[in-house]
T-cell receptor, first 115, second 113 residues
């Protein structure tokens, strides 16, 4: 399977715990995006990387959130001191940045439940 | 501030008929628009897109229309098939080549056999 892969698919954690999600993009894609989707809403942009550089962060990304993309390959999204409001689907997407397309390919997401 | 709006949360259409999904936006700086389809427990998958310099783009059974003056776009699916039952998201981006997408809230399309 050469699509975007996310791990884990589901995570249940207690409030106050730290969690980390991983995203493996399509191998030749240089851009990687994180989105968050809550029930009844569309995905909301969190942050994106071009290669290893984090180029933009949404104001939704509080200081409890941190994302990395070492060596421009896989990415991790860490949430510290989780809160119930962090419960959502976290989606990763990747694309190859050239002026022929803006199509981003999404992974299946990691569903986080904070109890 | 919802910059991309899909005012119909759900839509039911008979198989074989036309499905029309609507999307409105408020930010006149958006210059590229996309439709994504999402099945349960899967991530969104790209369906079709349109640049602001066009007013129509067609791909098989799917056609997207853009009315810039009205800040409105629509997705037409003809003929509708049971496999089209999914949630459809409209999305927009500020710069062609910048895939930071602003999504609408989605419309759940149900095709009735």
């Amino acid at each position: 399977d050469t699509g975007v892969s996310q791990d884990p698919r589901h995570k249940i954690t207690k409030r106050g715990q730290n969690v980390t999600f991983r995203c493996d993009p399509i191998s030749e894609h240089n851009r990687l995006y994180w989105y968050r989707q809550t029930l009844g809403q569309g995905p909301e942009f969190l942050t994106y990387f071009q290669n290893e550089a984090q180029l933009e962060k949404s104001r939704l990304l509080s200081d409890r959130f941190s994302a990395e993309r070492p060596k421009g390959s896989f990415s991790t999204l860490e949430i510290q001191r989780t809160e119930q409001g962090d419960s959502a689907m976290y989606l990763c997407a990747s694309s190859f940045n050239w002026r022929g397309t803006v199509e981003a390919f999404f992974g299946q997401g990691t569903r986080l439940t904070v109890v | 501030d919802q910059q991309v709006k899909q005012n119909s949360p759900s839509l039911s259409v008979q198989e074989g008929r036309i499905s029309i999904l609507n999307c409105d936006y408020t930010n006149s700086m958006f210059d590229y628009f996309l439709w994504y389809k999402k099945y349960p427990a899967e991530g969104p998958t790209f369906l079709i897109s349109i640049s602001s310099i066009k007013d129509k783009n067609e791909d098989g059974r799917f056609t997207v229309f853009l009315n810039k003056s009205a800040k409105h776009l629509s997705l037409h699916i003809v003929p509708s098939q049971p496999g089209d039952s999914a949630v459809y998201f409209c999305a927009a981006t500020l710069n062609f080549g910048n895939e930071k997408l602003t999504f609408g809230t989605g419309t759940r399309l149900t095709i009735i056999p």
